[in-house]
């Protein structure tokens, strides 16, 4: 059983900073994708970056210049460093690393950017 394992969510104010980490219990050398997705309370999950097993980097225009993704292979795992945090930056944050066959997901994060 694949187990992702989330942590470095929490509360900040604005304009701070967090680092997400997921751990993964397997290797993710042969992953093709890992991501970051966040849900904010009623709305839809949605995608906030992408690494992919190249390097090659995406973001969502609403985090571009302030969230960076970065995965650590030796680790197995996967990061997000969010700066510049506005109060809509507010939900909760889930890795997802995708092989050929299947993905899997962390149990999310929280992270809570007040005023």
């Known amino acids: 059983q694949v187990q992702l394992v989330e942590s470095g969510g929490g509360a900040v104010q604005a304009g701070g900073s967090l680092r997400l980490s997921c751990a993964a219990s397997?290797?993710?050398?042969?992953?093709?994708?890992m991501d970051w997705y966040r849900q904010a309370p009623g709305k839809q999950r949605e995608l906030v970056a992408t690494i992919t097993s190249g390097g090659s980097t995406n973001y969502a225009d609403s985090v571009k210049g302030r969230f960076t993704i970065s995965r650590d292979n030796a680790k197995n795992s996967l990061f997000l460093q969010m700066n510049s945090l506005k109060p809509e930056d507010t939900a909760v944050y889930y890795c997802?690393?995708?092989?050929?066959?299947?993905?899997?997901w962390g149990q999310g994060a929280q992270v809570t950017v007040s005023s």
């Open positions: 997802r690393v995708s092989f050929a066959r299947y993905e899997y």
């Open positions: 397997v290797s993710i050398f042969s992953a093709n994708t």
